[in-house]
């Protein structure tokens, strides 16, 4: 990901640098808030295009739908314990309600309890530090 910083503010000086590969194009004088912010979304842009997304020292390989322990264990995945820690480890500094994390990753499911339970069969495979819980509030994701 490539965030141009420039004084050339023409469109024709943006359409340029977008086309020459740059992913975002700010013109100086520039907000350093602005700035941050541009970088916080091409941060996460990154995140949900990546094949593979680091939790800590290990990673979760989104091809293969499996963790990849510090020493190079493979450890298989469900669906739903997939989709769990991948919005976990998309979003890794952001607190999940178990609400929001029940609406987009367990749709169908009945009971309330699914997060914890899905959270609890995750730290058993992988490791305890891998969900970290934020008391009174929900989860966030941990490190390998």
Do not use: N
Not at 18 to 35: C, I, Q, S, T
Not at 117 to 133: E, F
């Amino acid at each position: 990901m490539a965030l141009m910083l420039t004084a050339a503010g023409t469109v024709d000086d943006r359409i340029d640098g977008l086309d020459a590969g740059a992913d975002d194009y700010l013109v100086k004088p520039f907000d350093l808030d602005e700035l941050s912010a541009r970088l916080r979304a091409l941060c996460r842009r990154a995140a949900e295009l990546a094949d593979v997304l680091r939790i800590g020292a290990g990673q979760l390989d989104l091809a293969y739908r499996e963790v990849v322990l510090p020493g190079g264990e493979r450890v298989p995945l469900t669906t739903r314990e997939f989709g769990l820690l991948r919005v976990l480890a998309t979003h890794p500094d952001t607190v999940h309600t178990r609400a929001s994390l029940r609406r987009t990753v367990f749709r169908d499911a009945p009971s309330p309890s699914i997060v914890d339970t899905y959270v609890y069969y995750l730290r058993t495979k992988v490791g305890r530090s891998a969900v970290h819980t934020v008391q009174g509030q929900g989860y966030r994701l941990g490190a390998l």
